[in-house]
């Protein structure tokens, strides 16, 4: 079983940038398909973007792509999501997400989630 931990978010203007991190406890973090998911208050829990465990394939949501970046670092036990260009409606809880098989693009292909962390991006 593994274990995850947000942090990295906070109050920011738009335009500007943020990263978060994920850390990850429990053996074999290189073995899981890491994600990154959002929830906007009234909304339904959105994919952002993961990478996959073993050939490292990346995916991303269609909104995001060429403004956020997800990376791991399988020394470190940590994913991140480096968000550039943030727009408000990027605003949401941010979670991370893992997975001990492909993982994809909706939320219940995760086994493992994080409590989250708050994004919000003021116009």
């Known amino acids: 079983q593994v274990q995850l931990v947000e942090s990295g978010g906070g109050l920011v203007q738009a335009g500007d940038s943020l990263r978060l991190s994920c850390a990850a406890s429990?053996?074999?973090?290189?073995?899981?398909?890491m994600g990154w998911f959002r929830q906007a208050p009234g909304k339904e829990r959105e994919f952002v973007a993961s990478?996959?465990?073993?050939?490292?394939?990346?995916y991303y949501a269609d909104s995001v792509k060429g403004r956020f970046t997800i990376s791991r670092d399988n020394a470190k036990n940590t994913v991140y999501l480096q968000m550039n260009s943030l727009k408000f409606e990027d605003t949401a809880v941010y979670y991370c997400?893992?997975?001990?098989?492909?993982?994809?693009?909706?939320?219940?292909?995760?086994?493992?989630w994080g409590q989250g962390t708050q994004v919000t991006v003021s116009s």
């Open positions: 429990g053996p074999t973090f290189s073995t899981y398909t």
């Open positions: 997400a893992a997975d001990e098989s492909f993982g994809g693009r909706v939320p219940r292909g995760y086994r493992y």
């Open positions: 990478k996959t465990r073993s050939e490292g394939m990346i």
